[in-house]
């Protein structure tokens, strides 16, 4: 398998606090890969700077080999983000964001917003106005926001975060459609999520990447078992 | 094209805001309606002019325009909180595909908001059986647009520089100076002292001086005045762009 992000020595610095501290990583095309941590472990910060909404103090990343420093309009296209607030205008029905990103990115609007709907189901609401949707609607329509440009990396942060249980579900169904088809990069919070959806997981504690791995391998680095057992083991370890 | 795109959404985003037609279209038409209502009122020998209907229309047209700078100040500040910039700063949009995306539908609801202006004030004056002169509105109109780009740009700058609560409070500040140093509501050449210094130091008074030669201002000053619509508005306008620019380099390092 081909190397879709290859980090180096990446780093991010905010005056006096240093918000990742030289991340090395690789990640593989096709690789559902979380990042796990808890607040302020710079997941967020570095999947800014991946995307091109940070810019990082050191270091660099390659996106499908086009550099985050050097190439950051080219990098932009390769990627997309659906960010941890749902990222949808509010006032525009579902059919016309799709077509409003799709237009963003210079897609032929109309047929790449009716592909969207069919694939995501939307054609029940595809009029109606986003902010009068469920919160498991809005995220799912912002995951196809960011879809609809057809990127090589996908940057989920917490895409889960404050749905209910059915909606986490259908959500993870949509994001288990994607495995192997594009590289997707999750941040998340939900140890269950990060198991059931990813390939391998990374756990970062202050800025610092502590390991990344399978869920074997985490398990055989830590002696535990659930996930769960091995973050706390690991976080604690560090503190 | 991208700017277009982002235009068209902030069009939307306009239309379907009820406030808009509050705000930019009904005010300043119920304004016409209610001093013209003052101006039959008032006895002749007051001697009171601001409110007749030539001199008021192109006043209430310029006032008018401060509730565009405030919905600009209000979409750009909300924007700017919510992730969908967020998702957009992600994108190859670049700094000028923001500005443009802002500025076209807020010139649109303010070329708008004039016209509906202007028709109302036509259709009192025939109610009052003196019709104002359809060319002399046109240019009336056309005057405007330097204070049209004046408007767009301090809402760009305040939406951009402080937060969505801050915004409309220091919209209010404009809109209130405008009213009360713009020769609006009173004659500013008949109070004098430091009133009128300050009027003729603000680009207000002149835009509305301007705006109301063509139906029966004193030409003497059109230079002057045009100048002064001209200059504030481009200077403003940059301004807010250099701002708007800043702060996504900001946002994004």
Request: proline share 4%.
């Amino acid at each position: 398998m081909n190397t879709a992000i290859r980090i180096k020595n990446l780093r991010k610095e905010f005056g006096a606090k240093t918000a990742v501290k030289g991340l090395n990583l690789e990640v593989r095309e096709g690789e559902i890969f979380a990042f796990l941590g808890v607040n302020g472990a710079g997941k967020t910060t570095t999947i800014r700077m991946l995307t091109g909404l940070s810019v990082p103090t050191a270091g660099d990343a390659e996106i499908m080999g086009h550099s985050i420093t050097k190439e950051p309009d080219t990098v932009k296209i390769l990627g997309n983000i659906s960010p941890q607030e749902t990222a949808v205008a509010p006032n525009l029905t579902v059919k016309e964001n799709l077509e409003f990103i799709a237009g963003i990115y210079g897609f032929d609007r109309a047929k790449t917003a009716e592909e969207m709907i069919a694939r995501f189901g939307f054609d029940e609401i595809r009029n109606e106005k986003v902010k009068t949707l469920s919160g498991g609607w809005q995220r799912k329509l912002s995951i196809a926001m960011a879809l609809i440009t057809e990127p090589k990396v996908l940057y989920l942060d917490e895409p889960t975060l404050g749905l209910d249980v059915l909606a986490r579900r259908e959500l993870w169904h949509v994001i288990e459609t994607l495995h192997h088809k594009i590289t997707i990069i999750l941040t998340t919070h939900y140890m269950e999520e990060a198991e059931e959806l990813s390939d391998r997981i990374a756990i970062m504690v202050r800025g610092d990447l502590i390991c990344a791995g399978t869920m074997e391998e985490l398990r055989r680095q830590t002696g535990k078992e659930k996930l769960e057992d091995i973050f706390v083991s690991i976080v604690e370890g560090i503190r | 094209m991208k700017s277009t795109v982002f235009a068209a959404r902030t069009g939307k985003e306009i239309r379907r805001d009820p406030l808009s037609y509050i705000l930019c279209l009904g005010f300043p038409i119920m304004m016409l309606l209610i001093m013209s209502i003052v101006d039959s009122s008032l006895p002749p020998e007051a001697e009171v002019t601001v409110f007749h209907i030539r001199s008021l229309a192109p006043a209430i047209a310029y006032f008018g325009l401060t509730f565009v700078m405030l919905f600009t100040a209000i979409q750009v500040s909300k924007d700017r909180t919510t992730a969908l910039l967020l998702r957009l700063y992600a994108s190859p949009m670049r700094a000028a595909d923001y500005v443009v995306g802002y500025t076209l539908p807020m010139c649109v609801l303010g070329l708008a908001q004039m016209a509906a202006c202007f028709l109302a004030a036509f259709l009192v004056s025939l109610c009052q059986g003196d019709p104002l002169s359809i060319p002399a509105m046109l240019l009336s109109y056309l005057l405007l647009i330097p204070s049209l780009f004046l408007f767009v740009g301090v809402g760009m700058l305040f939406g951009t520089a402080v937060s969505e609560k801050s915004a409309p409070g220091l919209c209010s500040i404009i809109i209130s100076a405008v009213g009360m140093i713009g020769g609006i509501w009173m004659d500013v050449n008949t109070i004098g002292g430091i009133i009128r210094k300050t009027a003729e130091m603000l680009p207000f008074y002149h835009g509305v001086r301007l705006a109301r030669l063509p139906l029966g201002g004193a030409m003497d000053t059109l230079p002057a005045d045009l100048l002064c619509a001209l200059v504030s508005g481009v200077l403003c306008y940059i301004l807010a762009v250099t701002v708007f620019t800043a702060r996504m380099k900001k946002d994004i390092s």
